[in-house]
């Protein structure tokens, strides 16, 4: 889907169509108690001024002082996510969900063509949403990603095996998934600038770069080969809540209560769905954006509250607490369903009830 969250909302403010518009956080950081938070889509008017997912909202006024900014409200994405997934469903049942805002299909066995396919989709998620989408077809679930974004917003792009050289190689080697900040400036120290770079070097030699299996993966990817299947069902691996704090938390104590508030926000999610976990990690992000990460592995698999929040506070006396903290996470991973995982976490958290001190001892 085209910037997803902002084009609900102009759904419901249609006076901000052509304005740049940015969603995230809890609304306008003009205002002081809405001033943390980061940009979780913009509106590709915002996009102009070089606004991107996951900058801080600060940063996102500074560059584009006349944008409008609008709090992140799932309430209202939701119903649409759920309404557009379920048109591709009936388009073909082999279904991969990857999110709020997009998926995979497997149309190899319809009987219309790709460009049928995807004009026949679009028209029909158009029609039931108002709102556009960009479809990329292509032999794998990689290609069909990059080529997705090749002409956005409201594109069809499809790749043939022929098209790997002229369209996707000359591309950044950062829009290659799996290159993130950390490897793509690796990457460019030694002069590999694009994907076709990427595909060129001996894979020798990026795994005594990068390490063998993340390197297997890339060159494989830059390549285009991707031997992954659509996956129709999906157990989830992991579950986390995070919350970026109005003003930075200096106070460990403090720290300490709102960390044991989401071990009980993230276990009442759980005794919902029915899983239990064997590793708790926590995260922190302080107020210079510096971000660390702890995490506490268990013999077996656990659906108590108090368990996984003394976890959670385990973690949290690996972390040197010498500077504000701006945000705090915690996650639960390594999951498998529970036969009674839902009532065993629900007596633990009753009992659970109040905030658990915590020492932070020497």
Same mark, same amino acid.
């Given at each position: 889907?085209?910037?997803?969250?902002?084009?609900?909302?102009? &759904?419901?403010?249609?006076?901000?169509?052509?304005?740049?518009?940015?969603?995230?956080?809890?609304?306008?950081?003009?205002?002081?108690?809405?001033?943390?938070?980061?940009?979780?889509?913009?509106?590709?008017?915002?996009?102009?001024?070089?606004?991107?997912?996951?900058?801080?909202?600060?940063?996102?006024?500074?560059?584009?002082?006349?944008?409008?900014?609008?709090?992140?409200?799932?309430?209202?994405?939701?119903?649409? *996510?759920?309404?557009?997934?379920?048109?591709?469903?009936?388009?073909?049942?082999?279904?991969?969900?990857?999110?709020?805002?997009?998926?995979?299909?497997?149309?190899?066995? &319809?009987?219309? *063509?790709? &460009?049928?396919?995807?004009?026949?989709?679009?028209?029909?998620?158009?029609?039931?949403?108002?709102?556009?989408?960009?479809?990329?077809?292509?032999?794998?679930?990689?290609?069909?990603?990059?080529?997705?974004?090749?002409?956005?917003?409201?594109?069809?792009?499809?790749?043939?095996?022929?098209?790997?050289?002229?369209?996707?190689?000359?591309?950044?080697?950062?829009?290659?998934?799996?290159?993130?900040?950390?490897?793509?400036?690796?990457?460019?120290?030694?002069?590999?600038?694009?994907?076709?770079?990427?595909?060129?070097? *001996?894979?020798?030699?990026?795994?005594?770069?990068?390490?063998?299996?993340?390197?297997?993966?890339?060159?494989?990817?830059?390549?285009?080969?991707?031997?992954?299947?659509?996956?129709?069902?999906?157990?989830?691996?992991?579950?986390?809540?995070?919350?970026?704090?109005?003003?930075?938390?200096?106070?460990?104590?403090?720290?300490?209560?709102?960390?044991?508030?989401?071990?009980?926000?993230?276990?009442?999610?759980?005794?919902?769905?029915?899983?239990?976990?064997?590793?708790?990690?926590?995260?922190?992000?302080?107020?210079?954006?510096?971000?660390?990460?702890?995490?506490?592995?268990?013999?077996?698999?656990?659906?108590?509250?108090?368990?996984?929040?003394?976890?959670?506070?385990?973690?949290?006396?690996?972390?040197?607490?010498?500077?504000?903290?701006?945000?705090?996470?915690?996650?639960? *991973?390594?999951?498998?369903?529970?036969?009674?995982?839902?009532?065993?976490?629900?007596?633990?958290?009753?009992?659970?009830?109040?905030?658990?001190?915590?020492?932070?001892?020497?």
């Amino acid at each position: 889907m085209d910037a997803f969250f902002a084009s609900v909302e102009l &759904l419901r403010r249609p006076d901000l169509r052509g304005e740049p518009l940015v969603i995230g956080g809890r609304g306008d950081p003009r205002e002081a108690h809405h001033a943390r938070g980061v940009v979780a889509t913009a509106t590709y008017e915002a996009r102009a001024f070089g606004i991107r997912s996951g900058m801080p909202l600060r940063e996102a006024l500074r560059r584009c002082p006349q944008a409008h900014f609008l709090p992140v409200d799932f309430s209202a994405y939701t119903p649409v *996510s759920a309404r557009f997934k379920q048109l591709m469903r009936e388009c073909s049942p082999l279904f991969e969900d990857r999110g709020i805002d997009e998926a995979y299909l497997d149309i190899s066995a &319809l009987p219309s *063509s790709s &460009l049928e396919t995807a004009t026949g989709l679009k028209r029909a998620i158009g029609s039931a949403t108002g709102l556009s989408c960009s479809v990329g077809i292509a032999p794998n679930k990689l290609l069909a990603k990059m080529a997705s974004e090749l002409d956005k917003p409201d594109g069809i792009s499809i790749l043939e095996a022929g098209d790997l050289e002229r369209r996707i190689w000359p591309l950044p080697v950062r829009s290659l998934p799996g290159v993130g900040p950390r490897t793509g400036e690796r990457l460019h120290q030694h002069s590999i600038a694009t994907v076709g770079d990427l595909a060129a070097v *001996s894979p020798t030699w990026l795994a005594h770069l990068i390490g063998s299996s993340h390197a297997a993966w890339l060159h494989g990817a830059a390549n285009g080969r991707d031997e992954r299947p659509v996956v129709t069902e999906r157990e989830p691996r992991s579950r986390s809540a995070e919350r970026t704090f109005a003003e930075d938390v200096a106070d460990r104590r403090e720290l300490a209560r709102r960390l044991g508030a989401l071990c009980i926000e993230l276990a009442a999610e759980l005794a919902a769905e029915g899983y239990a976990g064997r590793t708790v990690g926590i995260k922190l992000r302080f107020a210079d954006f510096v971000t660390c990460t702890r995490d506490l592995s268990f013999a077996g698999w656990t659906a108590d509250v108090r368990t996984l929040r003394r976890a959670a506070f385990e973690c949290l006396k690996r972390v040197d607490l010498d500077r504000p903290v701006r945000l705090v996470g915690v996650r639960v *991973s390594d999951l498998r369903r529970s036969a009674g995982a839902g009532d065993a976490l629900g007596e633990s958290l009753a009992s659970a009830g109040g905030n658990q001190e915590f020492d932070f001892g020497p």
